[in-house]
């Protein structure tokens, strides 16, 4: 028979984090590196997709279109770096607040924006680059909010 045992509320194994996994600066900081990274990754991915879409056939039907995007590589890599991109996030979530990383990822649409303007000649007017400044400001701002996490003590 197993001995049950009663334990204080937020003194349970689940509701601490280990000490490894805490919101050191130092995992802060290796969190943070990721979650950009996500945003490369994802960026690349998007502009390898687009660029791979362009090479299927116009009016192919949805089963023709995805037999092609499995034999297209730019899109296949792009898938892959999607996948990488997520595993990234994934990883870095381990080690950081989920309220200050996410909103990171709203620069892949910076990054899709310069990208598309370099290989697809996209224009950027002036309402698209208010938008990318104030997504740039935001995820500053967000960053500069980092709440400071209290101190578990000890129970009695």
């Known amino acids: 028979m197993r ?3 009663i334990e204080r509320p937020g003194t349970s194994p689940l509701s601490q984090p280990p000490a490894e996994l805490g919101t050191s600066k130092r995992n802060l900081k290796k969190s943070l590196t990721m979650v950009f990274g996500c945003t490369v990754l994802g960026a690349a991915a998007q502009i390898l997709i687009k660029t791979g879409l362009k090479l299927l056939p116009p009016h192919a039907g949805l089963f023709e279109l995805i037999l092609a995007g499995l034999m297209n590589w730019q899109i296949m890599l792009g898938l892959c770096l999607y996948g990488g991109s997520t595993a990234l996030l994934v990883l870095a979530l381990r080690y ?5 990383l996410y909103p990171v990822i709203a620069l892949t649409y910076v990054w899709v924006a310069c990208l598309s303007l370099f290989f697809f000649h996209e224009s950027i007017n002036i309402y698209k680059a208010c938008g990318l400044i104030l997504i740039v400001g935001g995820v500053c701002i967000l960053g500069l909010g980092q709440p400071k996490r209290p101190q578990h003590k000890e129970p009695m």
């Open 96 to 100: 950081g607040e989920l309220s200050m």
């Open 3 to 5: 001995s049950a045992t």
